[in-house]
């Protein structure tokens, strides 16, 4: 319901004001949901950082790692290493923080293996690209640790971001316009009780002359 919907009445005018008060309410809702968000926000910001710069430095030494395997063994020798791919299932459950779904890492599939594990002779493959498929085997571990604090800030920075443009939208259009058209009501009632108590005064005043 907008006032413009509002008829120009008493019982009208209420529900206009009843209106005005629930944007307000609303709004001063969205407020407190706002300033949460930039608390959780902030609180959440540190981690994520911290865990994307660990990302950046093992990725920097897994690659540097690569390099090394490949001037030693080159590209070819590397790449009988890599054979068999392998799937890595990953469980994710979602929890809520301010109604927001946040992804969280529940458990997956190991990734670091051992030499045995990885089924191809040390004396073949030798330290270099062994210590190369460490690496990357914990910078996969890594980004799938940090993937969550990310998502997280993500969705908190989204949610920061809606919750904003609805406060002003409230705050700069909804009721100022609301605000404009109760003053524009009440001044519309305030001439039509004039215009009756003057019409009411002429009434009495012919009443009394034809007495």
Do not use: C
């Amino acid at each position: 319901m907008s006032a413009r919907s509002v008829p120009p009445t008493r019982s009208g005018l209420v529900r206009a004001s009843a209106q005005l008060q629930r944007v307000k309410k609303g709004r001063e809702l969205l407020n407190r949901k706002r300033e949460a968000l930039i608390t959780e926000l902030f609180r959440s910001a540190r981690p994520a950082l911290d865990a994307r710069q660990r990302v950046e430095d093992r990725a920097k030494g897994a690659y540097e790692s690569l390099l090394r395997a490949l001037a030693v063994s080159g590209e070819s020798a590397l790449r009988t290493y890599a054979w068999p791919g392998r799937d890595i299932e990953v469980e994710i459950e979602h929890r809520q923080v301010w109604g927001i779904p946040v992804p969280s890492v529940v458990s997956h599939t190991a990734v670091q293996r051992t030499l045995s594990t990885r089924e191809t002779a040390a004396a073949a493959v030798g330290p270099a690209a062994a210590q190369t498929a460490t690496e990357f085997e914990r910078l996969i571990e890594l980004v799938i640790e940090s993937l969550p604090k990310e998502q997280l800030v993500r969705r908190l920075g989204d949610a920061l971001s809606k919750a904003t443009r609805q406060v002003n939208t409230l705050q700069l259009r909804v009721e100022p316009a609301l605000s404009a058209e109760l003053t524009s009501l009440k001044r519309m009632l305030e001439e039509r009780e004039r215009d009756e108590r003057s019409r009411l005064r002429h009434v009495l005043r012919r009443r009394e002359r034809t007495r």
